[in-house]
């Protein structure tokens, strides 16, 4: 059984920076991408980060780029997502998800996700 956990939500102000944090087991980790979504009330999920399985490329959402940056460590089987320059329209529930494959390519499996860890940025 795959379990997904996220950590390291909170709420910082304006300008301030959070680093997140997955784990992922039940699964091989280093073969699978990983990538980061979230969430605002009101608002579609959307993507945040991806990263390969061996952490050599990455993608990010436009709304992100030059803030936040991806990265994971593999032997700890362990996903970053280090955000800076923090701003209210960041706040949303931050969830964690396994690719099924090595790619971020199309949309993590149903079971691979976390339950989410919250970020508020108060305006």
């Known amino acids: 059984q795959v379990q997904v956990v996220e950590s390291g939500g909170g709420s910082v102000q304006a300008g301030g920076f959070l680093r997140l944090s997955c784990t992922a087991s039940g699964l091989t980790f280093g073969g699978h991408a990983m990538g980061w979504f979230r969430q605002a009330p009101g608002k579609q999920r959307e993507g945040v980060a991806c990263?390969?399985?061996?952490?050599?490329?990455?993608d990010y959402a436009d709304s992100v780029k030059g803030r936040f940056t991806i990265s994971r460590d593999n032997p700890k089987g362990t996903m970053y997502l280090q955000m800076n320059s923090l701003k209210p329209e960041d706040t949303a529930m931050y969830y964690c998800?396994?690719?099924?494959?090595?790619?971020?390519?199309?949309?993590?499996?149903?079971?691979?996700w976390g339950r989410g860890t919250q970020v508020t940025v108060p305006s």
């Open positions: 990263v390969n399985w061996r952490g050599s490329a990455t």
């Open positions: 998800a396994a690719y099924a494959n090595a790619q971020c390519i199309g949309s993590p499996p149903n079971n691979y």
